[in-house]
């Protein structure tokens, strides 16, 4: 009975994939991280700490602007999964749980916690067209063009085996992000040596936190979209990491160098 079922899914699942719309939309993500990558240097400046080169002429306040841009990549996969009729197995609705739970922390906690500078209004813009385009391009991979081999034994030990990765990189993340927040009092505006977890090791642990998680999420889902979204971050907060090293290095003589930007003891 498992296995008609199985065979029901994989036939509907062929029906309803266009594969020429994921891999455009998968190529262009891995080509939009190259250029960023590319370009760093001009475009690094657009917020936060490295904004101060810059004028914008428009800024939002950072919790609401967190919001705003990360909601795209929870809502779309949703309505995805809400707006159709066909079945879904398990492996898949662990998978799309995996990634809209990344996506809950950022909208519903990080956003309401962040005390970030204001945020310039086009990096906001941006930002909301790119979590629109993932949040459908991961959520239509998973629920319509994943095969999963029907959940066996031998697939679930494997995404169980990568998902721990992408829960590890996620508690780093969130650690890290704990130890930013409580690192200044309320009103404070000087910048101080972050302390504790993976700061001891790395000045960037949030951002290597989150290249893990999602390079474990793709290993997981085993597919195209996964990947090109993990090379994605990759390439846009890699050199964030590295910028806030030199940040760092820069205004504290007293800075650990036995810290490395992004990998301990590596870069």
């Not at 296995?3 to 309803?16: A, F, L, N, P, V």
């Not at 690094?44 to 914008?56: A, D, E, K, L, V």
């Not at 979590?131 to 994943?146: E, K, R």
Request: include cysteine; proline fraction near 4%; hydrophobic fraction near 40%.
């Amino acid at each position: 009975e498992d296995s008609t079922r199985g065979k029901e899914i994989q036939s509907t699942d062929r029906m309803y994939c266009n594969q020429d719309l994921l891999n455009y939309l998968s190529f262009g993500m891995v080509l939009a991280g190259l250029w960023h990558l590319y370009r760093h240097k001009k475009i690094q400046t657009c917020y936060g700490r490295h904004m101060m080169q810059t004028s914008p002429t428009r800024l939002v306040p950072a919790r609401l602007a967190w919001f705003i841009q990360e909601l795209p990549a929870i809502l779309i996969p949703l309505l995805l999964m809400l707006t159709s009729h066909k079945p879904y197995s398990v492996g898949k609705m662990l998978l799309l749980g995996t990634f809209c739970l990344h996506y809950f922390y950022r909208t519903f906690i990080y956003s309401f916690l962040v005390r970030g500078q204001p945020y310039p209004l086009n990096a906001m813009v941006g930002a909301i067209f790119f979590t629109s385009i993932n949040g459908f391009l991961q959520g239509y991979y998973l629920l319509h063009c994943a095969q999963l081999n029907e959940w066996k034994t031998d697939c679930r030990l494997k995404i169980g085996g990568c998902l721990l990765l992408f829960y590890t990189g996620m508690a780093i993340n969130i650690h890290s992000d704990y130890c930013l927040r409580n690192l200044r009092k309320s009103g404070e505006v000087i910048y101080k040596v972050p302390k504790g977890g993976l700061f001891e090791y790395v000045s960037a642990p949030n951002y290597l936190g989150e290249i893990v998680e999602w390079f474990g999420y793709a290993m997981a889902t085993w597919g195209f979209p996964s990947l090109s979204f993990a090379v994605f971050t990759t390439c846009f907060i890699g050199p964030r990491a590295i910028y806030h090293h030199r940040f760092y290095n820069k205004k504290f003589k007293s800075y650990s160098k036995s810290r490395k930007a992004l990998i301990p003891f590596l870069l």
